[in-house]
């Protein structure tokens, strides 16, 4: 079979078509020049004959390394303020790395633009932030490819600052950035991957910090509502990759300077927020400044273990008047942490507050039925909560206020319960047995 | 007798078992006319070959405690090419041992160097999971000494990065190759820079748009590959196909080496055409092939014969399985004895109907062409086959699911009264000595490659001194430049856009996007349940507002079509019809190609042309007599496409000159297209979905704008056509740019012309019928009249065309 060699002027003729058409067209044309294609690019040949232009709009100041050219923006902010942290609190972030990265010295604070979020070798990080602690405060830098054709030295000069400072620290780096940028490494094929001594991400506890409190943990919603600051105009982050791609198409270049600064900001943010927490994580108990945070703070030291620490905190924060929910929740893990501890007096006392019809108030009865079963070893007390368990089931069902799926399944493990504690007194070898299991 | 049938254990099929139950089937017939063609096909004896020296002892040992000790002389000519370093094609029947053609020297490769790596594509994850199984196996008599998973879809993220970096050998489908590996290869470095084997499996279903596609997804692997530097060699595995070798090198573009003798034993098989008889001769009105189908099919499971039903939609899927599971019920307390199977059920609803069948907990299944490739079903004892499955190869393949190794197996073709079936039952020599099927592929259609280009240009910039596929790549890159989707830098070509290509280009349908179709039923308590989902080409016609749409036997009424949602909402119902969509076509050339008149007088030409196409009603069909019992219309959105097409001008002369009315003179036109159509879709040994048809007005000139509404009231109807003056006949690839029909039927005009004059001459009818010119109902009396005057007008050269298209070739 012969091939026939489409002309090329089909691809613009597809265009054109696809103007004129209005109807719901899917098919070639939206798969060929997809939904983007509507908006007209600026088709004018770059600008980039005037380099220093761009330097100058930027304030940077154009550098060289073995591998070529890249811009560098510097600037030393005396805000925020060196922190160092104490290892107590660093232990809470990341337990088998404490002693490595106490240094503050060592620290590096990342930050990339990118030219997309989805990911893959084709999206690239055209702007990288770094940032030290220097003379007390925060030296910044920026590396900014003019070109795709400056990737490399642009790498090139950021694995050189790794090695200086070699701790990564990042807001939601471990699942964006640093891939990312491994990815950029991996496809230079020339530099080899940067290997940092350890990366803190703070997203994941200023996640358990305040979420519950602000309900987005965007870096720039935390440094308005958690450091008071105000970043004032800012660039949307959804909009910086067309502001890149403008600029390439010969695009002004003043249009990348509210990028700069945005990324500025989100570095500065980044490290007086890292500070913020570290200090929480350190001395909540004085410093925390709501029962939100104090929760939080007691999450994070449940989840490594530091259950006296987190018993206490969670004490602290019921005894500010949290939100209905966070206070269950609280609660909740408060009895937990009791019942592990062996105390039990205070965990019946919780367990008997929470019970009720809820999902955790059911658990709340089954908690204290096991309790009353195992180590009160007082079977008749356990029929009573299991049967007062029972008929709040049922009245909740009648009256509609549970779902037909949760009623099934809750009703069927008390009926089991019910079941094997009123056959106790016959079968006590099998059930001393079960207990064991169930302790 | 029966309790004492279904007591005993399923006896094996035998020759005679089949020779009387069709004795009974057609005893009311002249057997001569229902049954045109009973071939037995004897057995083949198994060719052996020691295994390979070179193959390592533990590995030996690993297949010989599986109990295999000698090769199929197939498996030790592959294993000995792949091991010298050749790429290479297999071509072998069902159930030969193929897997361990690629097996082995994969292993071997792995077992000697742990580095190795290996990528095996499937063209569906069923196909995967099936060959894992066969590799685990082998992994456990090996101490575990390599790695083999699968990876799509369904693979968890969390087993994802461990996968990329110790499995030796993945397992995969060209999809999950394009959106989800390539594109971020960085991840798979380790895989990259160690690959050294690519296994494509069931090569022949890469034919077509998706074969198109796999080629330009295999141009980006090897360019990845590349990078990493790396340079795989390729194993393919094929049905029987007449091109195999061919095939391969242009998916691979490299040179192939083909395997086809096959060393592999096969029990006797019993191959039956069966022509459904006439009930009316005038009208060529035969007996519903799905009836006749259902009875063959019924006797045969009547004799407790484990059968496999093969339906070429999924609506007849369907309409045959109510049918069977209402003659085999289940018995109280055991699971459904007949069960379906096709695209659009849920993969644990699959694997389990796989697992009965293996375990002969199922009796019978009715399957679309989902079940045609390789997977496991264990050995059927027949194969019923409800109309022909569109090619001789895949017929072959179909018929290769019953009887596996030995024992003997039946299969029976059942014809439907489409010309293309009546073609192959009355000429059953055209079948059984005719070489398969060539398949066809255009890897440089600009639609299929533009798309490929964009994503190749995120995985790695594109270099101008590149080559991908046949076409000036600088230009090209200038151009998606200019529709800001690269951007040059340094000379490469970079990748300048926040989306992420892949994920908007499906390999098999012209858009990724499904219709999902959900049961309200359970809306009240909160719980609607999603049944299905169907592609977006045909949700169309078949989950449109107040279709029928048949699911697992049960019939759900479609209440609403969210379009842009993508979502049919349906409620169970029991009625006795389903629906049939009626589509309303519009041609308009857009540029063309070539152009060259022949007698008639008439042209023929080729080129690009705007297909515009509407579903704007439906019928209601009648279970059981096929009667029309109502009809509706709809208001649904309309498709566009952009490709290419040969057609035929019929002059002015020619068309006024014919001794009939005007009405006539329509209905003959539509007719003859009917018939050029189906001999286009055999003559082109593609899919009868691939091409398209229409009849137009000539427009005055190719290139001049003109408004819609004033020409080619083209419709599958003929009835509602006005008069025309230079009726142009269209028939056209079936997906946007096209793929590749269109200039080959332009070659070969002259033997498509006289091939029709032989279909339709030879039909037994006297006024057209659905085997020739099409249903009589829709048409005037005197169609097949018209048609025949015309193409015999038309094909007065043709013999001189037809030798001259032999030269060609």
Known sequence: ?????????????????????????????????????????????????????????????PKTNQYGDYLSVRCLCAQPPRYSPDLRALRLLTPEAADEIADPDQWLFLDTETTGLAGGSGTYAFLVGVAWWESGGLEIEQFFMREYSEERSLLFALRERIAEHPVLV??????????????????????????????????????????????????????????????????????????????????????????????????????????????????????????????????????????????????????????????????????????????????????????????????????????????????????????????????????????????????????RRMERLGRRNRRPLLDALAMQDEA | MCAFHSLAPRPPASLETVHNLLGSLVSRYRQEEVLTAVRQIPAREAKFRPLPAWVTSSLAEAYRAKGIRDLYLHQAATADLVRDGKNV?????????????????????????????????????????????ELHDLAKRLDDGFGAFTYDGDTPSDARKAIRERGHIVLTNPDMLHTGILPHHTKWMRLFENLRYIVLDELHTYRGVFGSHLANVLRRLKRVARFYGSDPQFICCSATIANPGELASRLIEKDVEVVEENGAPA??????????????????????????????????????????????????????????????????????????????????????????????????????????????VGSLDACVMAGYPGSIASTWQRAGRAGRRSGSSCAVFVASSAPLDQFIVQHPDYFFDNSPEHAHIQPDNLEILVNHLKCAAFELPVS???????????????????????????????????????????????????????????????????????????????????????HQGQQYHVEHLDFDKRKAYVKPVNVDYFTDAIRYTQVRVLEVAEEEGIAGPAARAHGDVLVRSQVVGFKKIKFFTNENVGSGKLELPENEMHTTSFWLTLGHSLFAELPFSLSERQSGIFGLLYALGSMATLLMMCDRRDLGTAVGERPPSAASEINWEDFATASSNGSEAKEFFEPNLYIYDAYPGGIGFSEPLYRICGTLLNRTLDLVSACPCQNGCPSCVGPIADRSERTKEVALEVLGRLSRDAQFMATRTAEIA
């Open chain 2, 464 to 550: 101008p001194d590149e080559k991908f596929g046949n076409v000036d790549l600088p230009d090209l890159c200038e151009q998606l430049g200019e529709a800001g989707f690269l951007h040059q830098s340094g000379g490469d070509w970079h990748w300048i856009d926040e989306a992420y290509p892949a994920d908007t280009i499906s390999l098999r349908s012209v858009t990724s996007d499904n219709f999902v179709i959900i049961d309200t039923t359970g809306e009240d308590n909160g719980k609607p349940e999603v049944i299905g989902e169907v592609d977006f080409s045909s949700a169309l016609t078949t989950v449109h507002p107040k279709a029928i749409y048949i």
């Open chain 2, 89 to 133: 094609v297999i071509v072998t029947p069902t159930a030969s041992g193929k897997t361990l053609c690629y097996n082995m020297p994969v292993l071997n490769a792995v077992l000697e160097n742990p580095d190795t790596r290996a990528l095996y594509l499937f063209p569906t994850k069923a196909l995967a999971q099936d060959q894992l199984a």
């Open chain 1, 170 to 415: 990042t807001f939601n780096g471990k699942s964006f950035d640093w891939p990312l940028l491994e990815t950029r490494y991996r496809m230079s094929r020339k530099i080899s991957v940067p290997t940092p001594r350890a990366h803190l991400d703070f997203l994941h506890p200023a996640r358990n910090l305040w979420r519950l409190r602000l309900g987005s943990v965007r870096l720039s919603e935390l440094e308005r509502h958690v450091l008071g600051w105000d970043r004032g105009a800012d660039v949307l982050s959804g909009q910086i990759p067309q502001v890149y791609f403008d600029y390439l198409r010969g695009g002004p270049p003043e249009r990348l300077v509210p990028v700069l600064n945005h990324n500025q900001m989100d570095l500065r943010g980044l490290a007086a927020l890292s500070s913020r927490i570290l200090s929480l994580l350190s001395d909540a108990e004085s410093i925390g400044e709501n029962g939100l945070e104090l929760f939080g703070v007691s999450r994070i030291c449940e989840k490594r273990g530091e259950h006296s620490r987190a018993r206490e905190l969670y004490q602290k924060s019921i005894a500010t008047f949290l939100p209905a929910e966070t206070d269950r929740a609280a609660r909740r893990s408060l009895a937990r942490l009791a019942k592990r501890e062996g105390d039990f007096d205070l965990a019946c006392e919780l367990w008997r507050d929470a019970a009720g019809n809820s999902r955790h108030g059911y658990e709340a009865y089954e908690q204290l039925a096991i309790y009353y079963e195992h180590k009160a070893r007082n079977p008749e007390q356990a029929r009573q909560i299991v049967l007062r368990a029972i008929d709040e089931l049922r009245r909740a069902n009648q009256v509609g206020d549970i779902a037909p799926g949760a009623y099934r399944e809750i009703k069927a493990r008390f009926d």
């Open chain 1, 1 to 61: 079979m012969s091939v026939r060699y489409v002309s090329l002027d089909r691809v613009r003729g597809l265009k054109a078509l696809r103007r004129s058409s209005t109807s719901d067209v899917r098919g070639w044309q939206a798969s060929l020049l997809n939904e983007s294609g509507d908006e007209s690019h600026p088709r004018t040949k770059p600008i980039q004959d005037d380099p220093d232009r761009l330097s100058q709009v930027l304030g940077a100041t």
């Open chain 2, 267 to 376: 029990g006797e098989k019993l191959f039956v055409f069966y022509n459904p008889p006439m009930v009316n001769r005038n009208l060529g009105i035969r007996r519903s092939y799905i009836n006749e189908a259902t009875r063959v099919a019924k006797e045969i499971l009547a004799r407790k014969l484990q059968t496999i039903v093969f339906a070429n939609s999924r609506l007849h899927t369907e309409v045959l399985l109510t049918y069977l599971q209402q003659a085999n019920p289940p018995k109280p307390g055991q699971p459904e004895p007949i069960r379906g199977y096709r695209g659009g059920y849920l993969p644990g609803e699959r694997r389990e109907i796989e697992r009965g069948l293996r375990d002969g907990r199922i009796l019978g299944v009715v399957a679309t062409n989902a079940l045609e490739l390789g997977i496991d």
